[in-house]
Every structure is written in C-alpha cells, then in structure tokens.
C-alpha cells in the first residue's frame, strides 16, 4: 500500500471537513478543488456521479463522497483513510476545544466572521452549480430536466430525493437509446 | 463533573438537568445514532429536524432550548452539520466518550452503505444501458439541487445591502481569478469582519 497517497488522501480530506462551513452543497466545490483539479482522483463525470449517489443514500454528503472517493483510490484502507480524514476535524475541535471554543463563539467578531462567510458559501455553491452544469447539461433534454426540477424545487420546496428520484426517471424515458 | 461539563454549561444557563442523570449508555447513544444515520436521506439541513424529533422529543436527552444552542455551534463551526450535531449531543450526554460514540453511530451507516455500493454493486451495474440512463437523468438533476440551495441560502441570508454587495463582489472576483474555495471563504470571513463591524457602530 502507498503510504504516501493514503497520506495525501487523509489531508485532502482533513482540509475539505477543515473548511466546509454551510452544509454539503458548499463542499462540493472544495471536494472539486481537491478530487478533480488538484489530484485528478475522478473525471468530472464521475464526480457528478458520486454527488448523486451521495444524495440518494443515507449520510452527510461529505462522509459519502470521502468513503466513495477512498474506495476508488486505495479500496477499503482508502475508504476508512478518506472518511476518518473528514471527520477529524469536527471532532478535534468539538472534543478538545472546549472553552476556547465557546469563547469564540461567543465574541461578537465570530457573528461577523459568520455573516461574511454566509455571501462567500452562496458563492461556492453557485460555482459548484456552473461546475457541475458543465458536466451534466449535454443536450436540450438534461437541460429541459434541470430547469424543470430547479423549479420545482424553489418554488414547491421539495425534499432532494424525490427530486432525484424524479431525475432517475425522467433519464430513463428520455434517455437517447 | 466530567471534563466535557463547561461546554454544557456555558452554553445552557437554562437548562437544570445534569447531563449525568440523564442515564444514556454508550450502546443507546450508539444505536440511535446508527438509527438516524441510516434512514437520513440528503445533507445536513434534512437531518437535523430528525435529530431534533429522536434527542429532544422522544429520548428527551437534551431540551429543546439547548438544542437550539447546539444547532448554533453546529452552523458556526467547519464540517458536516449532522456530524457536527451528533458529536455534540453525544459530548452531553457521556463525555468525549460519548462524542465519538455518537459520530461512529452517524458515519458508520453512510461508510457501510457506500462502500458496499462502490465495491459491489456499481462496478456490475455500471456498464448497463439502463444504469447509464439513470444516470444521465440524475446528472441534470443534481445540477439543479445545488443551483436551487444556492438559492433557497440567498433568500435565506442575504438580506441587507452589505451581504449583497460581498455576494457579488466574491463572485466576480472568483470567475475572474479562479480562485481556490478557501480562499473565497477567507475573503468573505475578512470582508465580514471589517464591513459587518463597522455597520453596527
């Protein structure tokens, strides 16, 4: 087994769960950062593949991706490197940093901070959108199922799965044979 | 008082119940957790009413003022939401025993179920022309969950002129510059600290 990429593996991780403020839609452009343009771990194909996947099963998207992207690296030791990297984070801080850690929390500079990164995760996730869109809208058929769910969802405020079980079938009818 | 205890306390001024007496094992904490990570579709904002709805309302381990409290923490700090939840209700209740126990509860369904998936199923299926249709609807779709959060968080956060013009800025910048991810979020943690304090005095 490589060490070294199980290394590069656990830090390519670490730092996504390091830095991913906002929920899973704002790590995918870190996870794109990492997997895609800096070590080409996946094709962007299959990037956007393994977003779905993360979606439609159980799990932060995060942890899903980690142990995916793991396996397809390293198999089973790449999967536990991988996902115990992305989880790290949460749990150094939130075991060790006790006080400290509501202290910061508490000075009226983190709300601040906080109201600052709010604008710049909206950001990652719009360039996740056109990253992803790159790859996913091939034709006027996908880009017609995009616009329709995109609708959808922000007017009718649809739980994910349904709208990517909705997708699924869509693909299945129009898919050209 | 465990070591764990002034996390709880300074964050709970009303909460009277000494997370000691609450009587939740390791194994109860373990199991619920495994329970809400395996029947948890979807990213973080989905499953954080379902931690409510098992800690708070069922078990009754945390109240619903110091879960609020925890739902704060959870979204200031970096990492995945429901993780981040999870370690910290079970920090309440057992200590950085606990924490983990909570987050291997949490990870450990989403681990098994993707490295099954990857390992097994996907390498079979994927060739398949039925698969492969799937897939070419899901792509689409997927592009428009991330453009509609992208959304439904602009609604939700970018109220006032000062958000908008970071929003825009940050944007503009990183199509120009391509900029790296976390160097957009340090700009925007920057430009938050500078703005966002000098609007208030």
Redesign the interface.
Known sequence: MNFLLLLNLFWSFF?V?????????A????LE?EIIALHGWLTP?EF??I??????????????SA??VG??IAG?VG?TVA?IG??S???I???TL??F??NI?KD??????????????????????VS??K???VDWV??A??????II??LF?A???Y??A??????????P? | MGEGDYLDNSITENENRSPDNIGASLLEILFTFLKIGTFTFGGGYAILPIIQREIVYRLEWVDEGAFMDILIITQSLPGPLALNCSIIVGRRLRGTLGGLTAALGIVLPSFLIILLLAAFLLPVVWNNEFVQAIFYGLRPAVVALVAAAACDLGRKFVKDRLSLSILVLLLAVSLVFHLQPVLILALGALLGLFFFRKSKQ
């Open positions: 730092k769960g390091l830095f991913s403020f906002g929920g899973g839609y790590m995918i452009s870190l950062s194909s956007i593949d977003i779905a996947i993360a979606e439609t099963t159980p799990g932060p998207i995060a942890i899903n142990t995916y396996f397809r089973i999967s996902t992305v989880i984070p949460s749990l801080i939130l075991l006790g006080t850690l509501m929390i009226p500079r983190m709300e601040s901070i906080i109201r600052g990164l709010r604008p710049a995760v909206i950001v990652l996730i719009l360039l996740a959108a992803l869109g790859t996913g809208l996908t880009f199922i995009a616009a329709s769910l995109f969802s922000t405020k739980n994910p799965f709208l990517i909705a997708g699924a079938v869509l693909g299945l009818i129009f898919y044979y």
